[in-house]
């Protein structure tokens, strides 16, 4: 199994639905990019079920400074507010000893 690199997005403050909407969108959209994940808290407001993005996670096929590029301006366009951009593997890709035992259960 080829473990691939991610980069987080980490905004300067949190975002909306729409605003993960349009930049997991845009990001999609490149051949490089094999999946997307958004992590924020969930916010109720009148009986509507909503969320606000903290983090954005971007799995890569390889990670070289054109791919840097192209996220970085992706962010700068939905982002204005700032950003941190890290390199590495941050949501789990097999399994762990939890997940076996949560299946026999």
Known sequence: MKIRPEIQIFPFKLISKE????ITDELT?????????VHGPSVNSNENENYMV?????????NNEDVQKIIK?????FLPFG???????????KKGVSDYINERV
């Open 19 to 22: 605003t993960a909407d349009k």
């Open 29 to 37: 959209r490149f051949d490089f990019v094999t999946n997307v994940s």
């Open 54 to 62: 903290g983090w954005i996670w971007i799995e890569v096929e390889d």
């Open 73 to 77: 301006d992706v962010c700068d366009e």
């Open 83 to 93: 950003y941190n951009i890290e390199l590495g593997r941050f949501t789990k890709y």
